[in-house]
């Protein structure tokens, strides 16, 4: 079976660590310019519990 994606505008894209480095600048190149998926931009403030 050969496996079929949905074009970017019809899928929704999520991206953890957007704040800064690699997840900002994906976030950033998800968003501009509008390419009309939905983007969900997730951070985390504060240090990460161990």
Do not use: F, H, W
């Not at 899928?11 to 704040?19: D, P, R």
């Amino acid at each position: 079976m050969k496996l079929r994606l949905k074009p970017i505008r019809e899928q929704v894209i999520v991206i953890a660590g957007a704040s800064s480095g690699i997840g900002a600048a994906t976030a950033e190149m998800a968003l501009n310019p509008p390419r009309g998926s939905v983007v969900a931009a997730a951070m985390v403030i504060g240090g990460a519990a161990c």
